[in-house]
């Protein structure tokens, strides 16, 4: 019953060197985000033989594992494709059709305040977690969610199209405890033509999101 897939990295282990290194990615692709996707695929398991035995008693524990290991590949999904060696810069420069920083720029009044704000929330996250770039489909706005672990904090239906990863894993091997330069160093991969992508089809789908006529 696997349903859940552990997707190809979009360029070497070491094409974002020196913001991210090869053996981190290596270890991060192919060991983190696999146990996320293995830990889905389990857990649906398991969820389908309570329904077959009609026995609930792990029904608490087996629903909050999903949505945990469900969130992580999901997350991690994105994660991999907003990273380029070609990225950085601002949005402006490299979206292809300005709507983005346009829309950047409207949410939050700058670039430089939407940095700030976003690197704020992800060297901030309390222990491990994440800060994400969000549309938000009921006001058609941009917004930064402070996501702990892979689950709280974040508005229901919002769409994640800039999620950097703040958990140690990501980063300690090369940058030890220092998060902040991290988070910072990261800006220089971001590759901002799958934000835009994906900012286009969350506001492309935003009616279904929220089932609006």
């Given at each position: 019953m696997a349903t859940y897939t552990l997707p190809d990295l979009p360029y070497d282990y070491a094409s974002l060197e020196p913001v991210i290194s090869g053996e981190i990615i290596e270890l991060h692709h192919d060991k983190h985000h696999a146990s996320y996707v293995k830990g889905a695929n389990d857990t649906l398991e398991r969820l389908a033989e309570?329904?077959?035995?009609?026995?609930?008693?792990a029904i608490n524990g087996l629903e909050k594992n999903l949505a945990f290991h469900l969130s992580g590949h999901i997350l991690h999904s994105v994660y991999w494709r907003n990273m380029s060696g070609d990225g950085g810069g601002e949005?402006?420069?490299?979206?292809?059709?300005?709507?983005l920083a346009d829309a950047i720029a409207e949410s939050f009044g700058s670039f430089a305040r939407f940095k700030a704000q976003?690197?704020?929330?992800?060297?901030?996250?309390?222990?491990?977690?994440?800060?994400?770039l969000a549309f938000e489909p009921v006001s058609g706005r941009l917004v930064v969610e402070q996501i702990y672990?892979?689950?709280?904090?974040v508005g229901q239906g919002s769409v994640p199209l800039l999620v950097f990863d703040a958990w140690e894993h990501a980063f300690y091997l090369q940058y030890r405890n220092q998060k902040v330069d991290f988070v910072e160093a990261m800006w220089r991969v971001v590759n901002w033509q799958d934000v835009a992508a994906r900012y286009s089809m969350a506001r492309t789908n935003a009616a279904a999101l929220t089932l609006a006529p």
């Amino acid at each position: 019953m696997a349903t859940y897939t552990l997707p190809d990295l979009p360029y070497d282990y070491a094409s974002l060197e020196p913001v991210i290194s090869g053996e981190i990615i290596e270890l991060h692709h192919d060991k983190h985000h696999a146990s996320y996707v293995k830990g889905a695929n389990d857990t649906l398991e398991r969820l389908a033989e309570a329904r077959e035995k009609d026995v609930w008693d792990a029904i608490n524990g087996l629903e909050k594992n999903l949505a945990f290991h469900l969130s992580g590949h999901i997350l991690h999904s994105v994660y991999w494709r907003n990273m380029s060696g070609d990225g950085g810069g601002e949005p402006l420069e490299k979206d292809g059709t300005g709507e983005l920083a346009d829309a950047i720029a409207e949410s939050f009044g700058s670039f430089a305040r939407f940095k700030a704000q976003l690197s704020k929330a992800a060297a901030t996250t309390q222990g491990s977690g994440w800060g994400v770039l969000a549309f938000e489909p009921v006001s058609g706005r941009l917004v930064v969610e402070q996501i702990y672990d892979h689950q709280g904090n974040v508005g229901q239906g919002s769409v994640p199209l800039l999620v950097f990863d703040a958990w140690e894993h990501a980063f300690y091997l090369q940058y030890r405890n220092q998060k902040v330069d991290f988070v910072e160093a990261m800006w220089r991969v971001v590759n901002w033509q799958d934000v835009a992508a994906r900012y286009s089809m969350a506001r492309t789908n935003a009616a279904a999101l929220t089932l609006a006529p």
